[in-house]
C-alpha cells in the first residue's frame, strides 16, 4: 500500500518541477512580467494623463515648429511636464539647425506661348529654396519611383516633374517612396522643380519636408491637392500644346538652437545598458499636429509618468526622449545618435523604441530581427494574458523615416508598436485638419498602457537576446530588409559596392 500511494505522488512531484523548469528555461521574466503588466494596466486605466495633456498642448501651444517660437514653448512644456511627474534628471540636449519656414508661394499653369494661366493652390514643401521663380514644361512622372524617372531621362532635364505623393494604381510589389527621395530623383534626373499631387480627396493640402538630409534643396518642390492634380492631368490631355508651371516662391531659413528634451529613470542592476523610448514632439505648422505627432509625443510622457506612479525600478536605464526637428530630416535623432557615437556609447543602448503616429496598438514589431521574436512573442503573449483586449499580432519588419532610423542605421536594435488609424485621420496627414478632435481617448489610452509593458519588459529582463550589429551586420540586415534601395536615392547608403 505505501508503494502504491508514494510513487504516483512521487511522479507528479517530478513532473511539475519539470514543468517549472520548462518555465524558466524559456521564459524567465513571464511570472514577473504579468505581475508587472497588470499593475500597468490598471494604472494606465484609470489615472493617463496623455489625452488631457495634449489636449492642453494643443490649446495653450498650437503647432509645434522647430525654430519657432511654438517649438521652443512646446520644449518648455515638456520639460516642465516632465519635472512635475517627479523626475529629477530632466534635461534639454541642445542642437545646431537650419529652421526652415514658408512664407509665400504661387502655381501658375499656362500652355505653351499662352497667356491663359490658371492659378493653382499650393503649398510649399521645406526644404525649397530662399527664392526661386521657375518656369517649366510639364513632364508627369506618374508615381515617381525610380523606374518611373529612369523610363523619362531624356525628357526630364530643366522641366517641371509632376508626380504622385502616393501610389496611385500602384504596381503589384511596388513600394513607395518618401516625398523627400522623389524630390532627390527629379534633382539627380535634371527637373528644375517638382509639383507633388496628394492623393487624399477633399482639396487637402499636405506639407512636408522634401528634403533627405533636413538642408535646403536646390529647386522648388510643392505640393498640389487631388483635384488639382487630376484637373491638371486633364487639361494635359486636352492640350495640343505642352503645359508649363511657373513657381514663384519666398521662405526663411537660418541657424536656430532648437531642444531634444529628455527625462532618466536610471536601472537598478545594469545601469549603464539604455533602453531609448521617444517620439518627435515637433510638428508642422498648418494644424497643432494632434496625430503626428501629439499622440506619439504625449503618449511618451505618459509612460514616463507611469513608471513615476507606480515607483518601478528596471533593471535598466530608460531614456524618455522628445525629439525635436525629426519633420525637418530626423535632425534632433541624428544629434543624439552622433553625441552617443563621439561619447563612444552606442553601445550602452540595448534598444530603441519609436513612437511616431502610434495608436491603439495590436501588437509588436521585431523589425526585422529575428533573434529577438521569441522574446517578443512570450512578452506578447504576457500582455494579452493580462489585458485579452489586445490582438497580439506580431510583424518582423523595418522602416524608414522616422527617429528609430539614425539608431537602426548604427546597428542599434529597434522595436515598435503595430497600430492604426481611421482612414480620415490618415487623409488629414501633414495637413491643416491635423487637429485635436482626431484624437480618440481611448485608443491613446490603449497606446500608453501597451507600449509601457513592452518597455517594461525590455528594461527588466534578465537578458535582452539581441545585440547591437556590426557594421557589416548592419549592411545585410538594410538590404535584407529592402531598404538599400531608398537608402541610396538618400545617400544614405555609406557602404561600397
Known sequence: ????FYVPRFRLVLFCIGTAGTLTAFHPDKLSFRKAFARINNEVSAHSRAYETLADASQRVGHR???SRNGTLAETYAFNLLSSYGYKDVRYEPFEVEAWMRDTVTLAIVPNKSDNFRDVPVVALAHSPIEAHVNGEIVDVGNGLEGDFEALKDKLKGKVALVNIGLA???KGARNLHRSEKTALAIQYGAKGVIMVNLVPGNVLLTGTASVTGKLIPIPSVCISLES??????WMQEEREKLHAEINMTNTSRKIRARNVVATLKGSEFPNEKIIVGGHLDSWDLATGAIDNGIGSFAVMDIARTFKALKLKPKRTIEFVLFMGEEQGLLGSRAMVEKLKKAGELDNVRYMMNLDMTNDPSGLNAF?????????NMVGETMKEVEPAFANQMENQAGL???????MLEGVPVVGMNGHLAREVLDCYHANCDRMNLVDASQLKNTVRYSTMLLFALAD???????RQTDNQTRDYLTAQGLRTPLQIANEWRWKE
Do not use: K, N, Y
Open 461 to 467: 529582463a534578465d537578458a535582452i537576446p539581441t545585440q
Open 1 to 4: 500500500m505505501a508503494r502504491t
Open 229 to 234: 492634380g487630376q484637373a491638371l492631368r486633364a
Open 65 to 67: 515648429l522647430t525654430g
Open 368 to 376: 526585422g530581427r529575428s533573434d529577438m521574436v521569441p522574446f517578443l
Open 401 to 407: 523615416h522616422s527617429d528609430h532610423q539614425p539608431f
Open 169 to 171: 494604381a500602384p504596381t
